[in-house]
């Protein structure tokens, strides 16, 4: 019944962070703010999760831990690479407009913690793209797609998905856009990007 009642608290305590992150992020978050979302004392809190820190951490490893094998899943698929291309860019972008802090955290992390890449690898169902990378090779080689580097069509297509999250303040300013006017561009991007790549690769 502990163990039962540990998991229940903790499960309540992941869903109310990820409520307050959703709307605050991690700076603007305050811990009391997560103990009252959850229905516990701060105490308590403290005695699941140390710090504010450790909490998000907790909240991104369990929404990484659902986006990641989607996206293998869509790597290593038996599709052409223009559906693999629609596929990461829907369900990334579709991902990240529920999970917001996403993209920031990871560049946070991997910027001031040399493990924290590892510790993503470590992770089951981390994304490969060795078939991928296979796969780009036999379509330039049998003239389907223009000529490419498997790792730069890859790098592209992480770019064009993760710089409109991790930028959105300043192409909001330059843009001259309002927070509903640019949400809708975001929900664009999950076609517009793929059409994008996909056009300047194909032959």
Do not use: W
Request: hydrophobic share 45%; net charge positive; proline share 3%.
């Amino acid at each position: 019944m502990n163990k039962r009642k540990t998991n229940t608290t903790e499960a309540s305590i992941l869903k109310a962070a990820k409520t307050i992150f959703l709307h605050k992020g991690m700076d603007g978050a305050r811990m009391q703010e997560i103990a009252d979302e959850a229905g516990i004392n701060k105490s308590m809190l403290h005695y699941y999760f140390r710090s504010k820190e450790l909490l998000f951490k907790a909240v991104f490893m369990e929404a990484f831990s659902t986006l990641a094998p989607q996206l293998n899943e869509i790597l290593n698929a038996d599709s052409s690479i223009c559906d693999k291309i629609k596929g990461f860019s829907h369900n990334y972008i579709t991902f990240v407009i529920a999970h917001p802090y996403l993209p920031n955290f990871i560049l946070q992390e991997m910027n001031r913690n040399n493990e924290f890449v590892n510790d993503l690898i470590s992770k089951n169902h981390f994304p490969s793209i060795k078939k991928f990378k296979l796969q780009v090779k036999e379509k330039v080689a049998d003239g389907t797609l223009r000529p490419i580097k498997a790792e730069h069509l890859f790098i592209n297509i992480m770019a064009l998905n993760i710089f409109p999250f991790v930028a959105s303040p300043l192409l909001k300013k330059v843009l001259d856009t309002s927070d509903t006017q640019f949400k809708n561009l975001i929900e664009e991007r999950k076609t517009e990007v793929a059409e994008f790549i996909i056009n300047a690769i194909k032959v």
